[in-house]
T-cell receptor
Framework: EAGVAQSPRYKIIEKRQSVAFWCNPI?????LYWYQQILGQGPKLLIQ????????DSQLPKDRFSAERLKGVDSTLKIQPAKLEDSAVYLC????????????FGEGSRLTVL | KQEVTQIPAALSVPEGENLVLNCSFT??????LQWFRQDPGKGLTSLLL?????REQTSGRLNASLDKSSGRSTLYIAASQPGDSATYLC?????????????????FGKGTKLTVNP
């Protein structure tokens, strides 16, 4: 079974530029999460999708961050414009059902904002 | 507000030693608890998942226990090896309003960075 796929693995941009990250969850996994992990911290939830609907985006900085999962499969997270404090690893994760199972993570996309 | 604490933040041990990593949480109303491993520059790899009704889970040299009433979980690693060097994170899943599609938020600790010296 293929794991959670993410791209790009690394991205360096200047502040005020935009960036987009892509995630393809494990096949059949209905629930998809985007997390932000700052160096030395645990991951922080940005947004949770159940199929193509948003379940929780309470911690998503909506003035600059957006995410979509139009067909209920892969998802895109966008940051526009980026700030220095957005430098972090953006992790995508998925679960087969609503909540009961194991959470599987992708390798992450490391963003550096200069 | 649920808070998850992992102590110590870093641990260095000689190869072959048995060790225990600690995770504590403030609200015992959890759905489950999951232990992860994270290698530098990598994503998180699931190690063990303990449901709230369970007391422990085992996988190979790893054993995780859960005591909901005291808000604690431990990850026991037997006969540690240099390849076990990584950051270990625990995360608790809050009960939330799951049946109505509410968020089943996962709250992470900051992790314990383990170094096993050959």
């Amino acid at each position: 079974e293929a794991g959670v796929a993410q791209s790009p693995r690394y991205k360096i941009i200047e502040k005020r530029q935009s960036v987009a990250f892509w995630c393809n969850p494990i096949s059949g996994h209905a629930t998809l999460y985007w997390y932000q992990q700052i160096l030395g911290q645990g991951p922080k939830l940005l947004i949770q999708f159940q199929n193509n609907g948003v379940v929780d985006d309470s911690q998503l900085p909506k003035d600059r961050f957006s995410a979509e999962r139009l067909k209920g499969v892969d998802s895109t997270l966008k940051i526009q414009p980026a700030k220095l404090e957005d430098s972090a690893v953006y992790l995508c994760a998925s679960i087969r059902g609503a909540n009961t199972g194991e959470l599987f993570f992708g390798e992450g996309s490391r963003l550096t904002v200069l | 507000k649920q808070e998850v604490t992992q102590i110590p933040a870093a641990l260095s041990v000689p190869e072959g030693e048995n060790l225990v990593l600690n995770c504590s949480f403030t609200d015992s109303a959890i759905y489950n608890l999951q232990w992860f491993r994270q290698d530098p520059g990598k994503g998180l790899t699931s190690l063990l998942l303990i449901q709230s009704s369970q007391r422990e889970q085992t996988s190979g040299r790893l054993n995780a226990s859960l005591d909901k009433s005291s808000g604690r979980s431990t990850l026991y690693i037997a006969a540690s090896q240099p390849g076990d060097s990584a950051t270990y994170l625990c995360a608790v899943r809050l009960t939330g309003n799951i049946t109505q599609g509410g968020s089943e938020k996962l709250v992470f600790g900051k992790g314990t960075k383990l170094t096993v010296n050959p």
